[in-house]
């Protein structure tokens, strides 16, 4: 992905971020509160002229309750009420986690700094602030460097925070609602529950295990 490929998919997820954003009701003034920037930086990120980072993006998704694909599904729906968490600590904490992320991915791929700058075109005093969380790394960006160090993008998610839980129970609520309508029904009632606990716990055991008691079974029924 080059230079041209990289500014076109800022504007391509500023448009989302601007639709997420006035399905939602928000203003821009209130996503500038939120994270502590200008109103001026919003507009810039909802017309692609200035990159967002992942950890903004993640940040602005919970709070405009959508679902962080959103921004690389294009029929992600509106899910959840919640209230935004802390949200600056967790921007500054989350650029030092993405950087730790990026260093272990490089060093694991063999790649050297020189070669991730070669590929985006940067200095790679720049990688290196990326590396250790001093700047923000714009997500149209890291969409480059995760395919260049055979990572999913999903590798840079927040994974144990307060906003991973919330995506991960959305995930949850997604996979359910997928299911056929019978087994949607079935795993809702109370009564039920007492079978679906039987079903986890056979499906911790090993085969052996398993064949065992189905042949137990048949010799109860035979």
Not at 84 to 93: M, S, T
Not at 105 to 129: F, H, N, P, V, Y
Request: aromatic content about 6%.
């Amino acid at each position: 992905m080059d230079k041209e490929a990289i500014t076109l998919r800022n504007r391509m997820i500023g448009v989302l971020l601007r639709d997420a954003r006035i399905q939602a009701g928000r203003t821009k003034q209130e996503c500038a509160s939120l994270l502590g920037v200008p109103v001026s930086t919003i507009t810039a990120y909802e017309e692609g002229r200035k990159p967002i980072s992942l950890p903004e993006l993640e940040v602005l998704a919970f709070f405009l309750d959508v679902p962080i694909q959103h921004f690389w599904e294009y029929d992600a729906r509106l899910l959840s009420e919640a209230s935004p968490p802390p949200v600056r600590e967790i921007v500054a904490l989350r650029h030092r986690i993405i950087g730790v992320l990026l260093q272990t991915a490089r060093q694991e791929a063999g790649k050297s700094r020189k070669d991730l700058a070669r590929l985006l075109g940067c200095s790679t005093d720049r990688i290196m602030a990326y590396e250790r969380g001093e700047r923000p790394v714009p997500i149209a960006e890291l969409e480059v460097l995760a395919r260049a160090l055979g990572r999913p993008l999903e590798y840079f998610l927040d994974q144990a925070g307060p906003i991973g839980e919330w995506e991960e129970e959305q995930r949850a609520f997604r996979a359910f609602r997928e299911l056929p309508p019978e087994i949607r029904e079935f795993v809702s009632r109370p009564i039920n529950r007492s079978y679906l606990e039987v079903a986890m716990k056979l499906a911790e055991m090993p085969a052996g295990a398993l064949r065992q008691i189905a042949e137990g079974l048949l010799e109860i029924t035979y």
